[in-house]
């Protein structure tokens, strides 16, 4: 139990593009998701809470307008990288969490964000 | 400032115990310590987690001291598969928490 898939795991795409990753919690509901960023050789880096229903809560530093985030199910989130550059390349990873354990978060297997 | 130090990386051989350190001498009577790790290229797995008591799973034993400002990750006989990045951190559990990830200790199991 308590698979979260992602979607693309690999993208490439051009300078200015638009990228949606979606984010689904396969066998549990999650009523709170989050969505981490990972450049080579470093640390996973929070970048948002994104809670159903309701808008996401951002760290300080993280664009909101351009990294668009959608809970539109307690089963789905999505996070769209709005006109894309090349120092947005990166890991984005996302996990949910599950019951009440506030710590035990199960993390899915990422999607490697490549901009030309 | 971080709340957790961990040793950059450590070595283990194959079949041994690995035995991976972390320091949280500041952590309050409140937080919880949490082990997770990631494997290369991979989204970062639960291990274990606990308050003051040890703890053990399927995958690890969790050895906190009395005091509460260290604690062990313990894998009793580790394989090739328990090369990673291990994450200590410590958070509190009321519910709207967020895990901070540090640096990590990056074990290595020498074949």
């Known amino acids: 139990g308590a698979v979260v898939s992602q979607h693309p795991s690999r993208v490439i795409c051009k300078s200015g593009t638009s990228v949606k990753i979606e984010c689904r919690s396969l066998d549990f509901q999650a009523t709170t998701m989050f969505w981490y960023r990972q450049f080579p050789k470093q640390s996973l880096m929070l970048m948002a809470t994104s809670n159903e229903g309701s808008k996401a809560t951002y760290e300080q530093g993280v664009e909101k307008d351009k990294f668009l985030i959608n809970h539109a199910s307690l089963t789905l989130s999505t996070l769209t990288v709005t006109s894309a550059h090349p120092e947005d390349s990166s890991f984005y990873i996302c996990?949910?969490?599950?019951?009440?354990?506030?710590?035990?978060?199960?993390f899915g297997p990422g999607t490697r964000l490549t901009v030309l | 400032d971080a709340k957790t130090t961990q040793p950059p990386s450590m070595d283990c051989a194959e079949g041994r115990a690995a035995n991976l350190p972390c320091n949280h001498s500041?952590?309050?009577?409140?937080?919880?310590v949490y082990w997770y790790r990631q494997i290369h290229s991979q989204g970062p797995q639960y291990i274990i987690h606990?308050?003051?008591n040890n703890e053990t799973n399927e995958m690890a034993s969790l050895i906190i001291t009395e005091d509460r400002k260290s604690s062990t990750l313990i894998l009793p006989h580790a394989t090739l598969r328990d090369t990673a990045v291990y994450y200590c951190?410590?958070?509190?559990?009321?519910?709207?928490?967020?895990?901070?990830f540090g640096t990590g200790t990056r074990l290595t199991i020498i074949p």
């Open positions: 996990s949910a969490r599950v019951g009440r354990v506030a710590g035990e978060q199960f």
């Open positions: 500041t952590i309050s009577g409140n937080e919880y």
């Open positions: 951190i410590v958070e509190t559990n009321f519910g709207n928490e967020k895990l901070t």
């Open positions: 606990g308050l003051k």
